[in-house]
């Protein structure tokens, strides 16, 4: 039976979580949606504008994980220097400035830096948002909550797989320009909502070990695999629709837009499904379905299959971020949500990178995805196996855990 404080509080939020929420969304709009997935459209362009080589596009791929490592490695600790507030405004910035920055062709070199900038400022965004917004929404409305932050990401890839295309076949630097104005809206409504927030779940931190245990830890375990898993799509997707399958660059671009549809409501879906199922038993869900999604084309390439396949992983891309988010929540406890989120992002960003590198090599030297959607689906499998354990973490017990 809840206390009267906390049906009070409960109460309060349906008409006070949706905007703190909606700059969330904001936030992985600009960190993920344009300024990580943006690129995936922009890869086959920068290859037939000539302003670098199939190797030198993937690597510009890579330098964007890098960057995503140190942001993720560095977000938790300059929120404690500066407070995360400021460090989530510099974030947003930084991602605006880089794409300006590459619409001006000035080489590799160039195009490598920027991208890598507009990774660390994704990898900050990525662990510090969802963490400072969720401090302000009360437990009940969490999975919708953060359901809605997630959805940025994909709200950002569709707009790119529409725009990117329709301007980048003409005018390549126009097409980095344009993602910039779109963003800047999304950060001019999200800055005021990034300062210190009243909080409204007071619960005391959990002391914690060093390193997860239990269920955490294997929840740790299974969110890093899925950084391989959803690497094929993510990076190579319209690349290997454009030159592999010999799809036109518009037919690649609506397909990276279908990702991007799903990536909207993805969140939205887990998100509700969480708060309905459990989070654990969401996220063994979403393993398994991606799994399936990811490898669908080793099965059939018909358009149909495409779709499924764009929509589907496009969809649990984001939500399997914002169910995996949920249920460090629940295990964890929101105090420790920040720390939590911060070592599993690194860790993510750590095997992403790792990986990147070596898809971007087996690309560079077979021009094959067959090998690429094996190995993703094969450890999205795996990490749907880890997610089931069920033993209790070191911290509060749930009764979906």
């Known amino acids: 039976m809840k206390s009267p404080l ?12 949706l905007p703190i929420a909606l700059a969330g969304l904001c ?8 300024g990580r997935f943006a690129y995936v459209p922009l890869l086959p362009l920068l290859i037939d504008a000539h302003w670098t080589t199939v190797s030198g596009a993937a690597q510009i791929a890579a330098a964007n994980l890098v960057g995503y490592l140190i942001g993720s490695a560095s977000a938790h600790r300059i929120a404690l220097w500066r407070g995360a507030g400021p460090a989530i405004r510099g974030a947003m910035l930084a991602v605006l400035l880089s794409l300006v920055a590459c619409s001006v062709n000035f080489g590799v070199l160039w195009l490598w830096a920027w991208r890598m900038t507009a990774g660390v400022a994704g990898g900050m965004l990525m662990i510090l948002a969802a963490p400072f917004l969720m401090r302000q929404i009360a437990p009940a409305s969490r999975g919708k ?7 940025g990401i994909g709200m950002g890839i569709v707009f790119s797989g529409l725009a990117v295309p329709a301007v980048g076949g003409a005018n390549l630097g126009a097409a980095w320009l344009i993602l910039a104005g779109f963003m800047l809206p999304a950060l001019i409504f999200a800055w005021p909502k990034f300062d210190s927030p009243p909080v409204v779940d007071t619960a005391p931190a959990v002391p914690q070990p060093l390193w997860p245990r239990g269920a955490l830890l294997a929840l740790l375990c299974a969110y890093v695999l899925d950084a391989i898993g959803y690497l094929p799509h993510t990076v190579f997707w319209v690349e290997y629709l454009v030159h592999d399958l010999g799809k036109p660059l518009a037919v690649g671009g609506a397909f990276w837009a279908v990702f991007g549809a799903g990536a909207a409501v993805g969140p939205l879906l887990s998100g509700a499904a969480a708060d309905r199922f459990g989070f654990r038993k969401t996220l063994v869900a979403c393993f398994v379905c991606k799994a399936l999604a990811v490898t669908l084309p080793l099965w059939s390439t018909s358009m149909p299959a495409l779709f499924v396949s764009s929509f589907a992983v496009g969809a649990l891309t984001p939500g399997m971020v914002a169910v995996a988010s949920g249920r460090a929540v629940e295990l964890g406890g929101v105090a420790a949500h920040q720390r939590n989120w911060a070592m599993m992002t690194f860790l993510y960003a750590l095997v992403q990178a790792v990986a990147g590198y070596a898809m971007a090599a087996v690309y560079s030297a077979t021009h094959s995805f067959t090998l690429l959607f094996s190995v993703a689906g094969a450890v999205l499998l795996l990490a749907a196996i880890i997610a089931g354990v069920q033993r ?9 855990s």
């Open 27 to 34: 936030a992985t709009l600009i960190g993920l949606g344009i």
């Open 145 to 151: 909550a953060i359901g809605v932050v997630f959805s």
């Open 6 to 17: 906390q049906s009070t509080a409960d109460d309060a939020i349906p008409a006070a979580w």
């Open 392 to 400: 209790p973490s070191f911290a509060r017990r749930s009764p979906h």
